[in-house]
């Protein structure tokens, strides 16, 4: 089975970079499929998971990322991210909180930041593409 190239950057670090089977990116209008030969295409991101599958389509990786940008061509998927956090280390309770002390602050900043925590939250509960 062939293989494309998946790099995830962070703006402290390289977080991943391998050869995959395929990668699930929640790009701004909605989740991106990338297979080895995917057509070039640049996209921003939304708040979601990052879903890094094997060969045999086996999830390997999970990640959270806040937002950011995707350039794809055939060979290779770089995944510029603004915040990656690997969803493993999540927690739903600390979240939760989270989500609750923001949601007394009414300013714009904390509007932005509960929907990123509220995405993370969902990312948590999330079951779809677990498998492919």
């Known amino acids: 089975m062939a293989k494309i190239s998946f790099d995830l950057v962070s703006p402290e670090s390289l977080i991943f970079s391998d050869q995959v089977g395929m990668v699930i990116i929640p790009g701004k209008d909605g989740d991106i499929g990338v297979l080895p030969g995917h057509t070039k295409l640049l996209s921003s991101l939304r708040p979601g998971r990052v879903m890094v599958y094997g060969e045999e389509k086996k ?7 806040a937002g950011g940008f995707v350039e794809i061509n055939p060979e290779k998927c770089i995944l510029l991210a603004e915040n990656v956090d690997d969803l493993n280390n999540l927690d739903k309770e600390a979240i939760d909180s ?12 904390a509007k932005k930041y509960i ?5 993370k939250f969902d990312a948590l509960n999330a079951s779809y593409y677990e498998k492919i």
Do not use: G, N, P, T
């Open 59 to 65: 999830l390997l990786k999970s990640y959270f990322v």
């Open 98 to 109: 989270e989500i609750r002390k923001l949601q007394l602050d009414e300013s714009e900043e």
């Open 115 to 119: 929907i990123i925590a509220q995405a």
